[in-house]
């Protein structure tokens, strides 16, 4: 292969590299359950590939020769000491009237990512993407040992035979076949998941213009009546995670309650309905971002609500304003 050494091989070569990008951040994510880490370990990926290019020599294909780099550099990226999680997997459920508002550190927890960084491919794949970038599926996956991530991923989500998978792994369709085993058990434990988002379902616009019409209105029986009964709300980077109508109902009326008068602009991610939120400005000028919310529907009913408040970059990432004016438009 020619030497890669002008200006104009080294362009032809992110060229070839650069369409990988969006479905290696999906695999990345679902390894690492972060957007800011997965977008480091794309980068990562696509600079060693870069560099390294004129020793590929198309032994493989580009797109497997590709994963095979993306896996190590995650499984380097994921100890075993720390794997992220969501308030429901490390404490038990709070209470709305004493609630635990203490901090826990950004890489304790599985982020949101937006759907278009993640999705691609025919309606087929997307539908499919979709269902494997659930938060709580993200959530899951990190309960597995990295390597068994990675099989479960390659296997069951990219569709890799077992003998490819352990090409790519420099192991054997034995120990693929096993560890897949482990991890699909594993994964058996975890609880339901919610219904899809359909961008043309109509029946959920109706449910989410119900939602934002309650929430902007600040009106709790309204909230209530879109609730299940098993309902949770987490907050992270609290501790603090509710569970329960009454539960929510009280966190509204009382430590929530400054989010009255709030906005909403319509997001997606991680294959579900999703929010920008704004609050009141403290200066009374408008509005200013406090979280992305990501809503959980399950069976017609709202089964989750998660409240990410990294403003600062996920903002940024789902590319909505810092800041709206007081009519609600971008500021």
Do not use: H
């Not at 990988?20 to 990926?45: I, K, N, P, W």
């Not at 901090?103 to 499919?128: C, H, K, M």
């Not at 085993?181 to 989410?208: C, I, M, S, V």
């Not at 999703?274 to 009141?280: G, L, M, N, S, V």
Request: negative net charge.
């Amino acid at each position: 292969m020619k030497n890669v050494s002008t200006t104009t091989d080294r362009d032809a070569v992110a060229e070839q590299l650069e369409p990988f990008r969006r479905e290696l951040t999906a695999y990345c994510y679902r390894m690492l359950g972060s957007a800011f880490e997965a977008e480091d370990a794309v980068q990562e990926t696509l600079l060693r590939a870069w560099s390294k290019f004129d020793g590929f020599q198309g032994r493989s294909q580009l797109r497997t020769w590709l994963y095979r780099i993306a896996t190590n550099v995650c499984l380097d990226m994921a100890p075993a000491a720390q794997r992220r999680a969501r308030p429901m997997d490390l404490f038990s459920p709070g209470s709305a009237t004493a609630p635990n508002m203490a901090q826990l550190e950004e890489n304790i927890w599985v982020g949101p990512i937006p759907d278009e960084r993640v999705l691609t491919g025919d309606p087929a794949e997307v539908a499919v993407g979709r269902e494997t970038i659930r938060l709580a599926f993200i959530a899951a996956l990190q309960k597995l040992a990295p390597r068994q991530r990675a099989v479960l991923i390659l296997r069951e989500v990219l569709a890799w035979s077992a003998a490819e998978t352990a090409e790519l792994l420099d192991s054997s369709v034995a120990s693929v076949n096993s560890a897949l085993q482990r991890a699909r058990a594993t994964l058996a434990e975890g609880g339901p998941a919610g219904d899809t988002a359909e961008p043309l379902d109509e029946e959920q616009r109706e449910f989410l213009a119900k939602y934002v019409k309650a929430f902007e209105a600040f009106d709790i029986d309204g909230l209530t009546e879109l609730l299940r009964a098993d309902v949770t709300l987490n907050m992270p980077p609290y501790q603090l995670w509710l569970q329960g109508i009454e539960e929510l109902r009280t966190w509204w009326a009382g430590p929530g309650s400054g989010c009255r008068g709030s906005r909403l602009l319509p997001v997606l991610a991680n294959g579900t309905p999703a929010f920008a939120q704004y609050r009141p400005a403290e200066d009374g000028d408008g509005f200013t971002p406090w979280a992305i919310i990501v809503l959980e529907i399950r069976d017609g009913g709202l089964a989750g609500i998660g409240s990410y408040l990294d403003t600062d970059r996920l903002f940024p990432l789902f590319g909505v304003p810092a800041r709206l004016k007081a009519d609600g438009t971008p500021a």
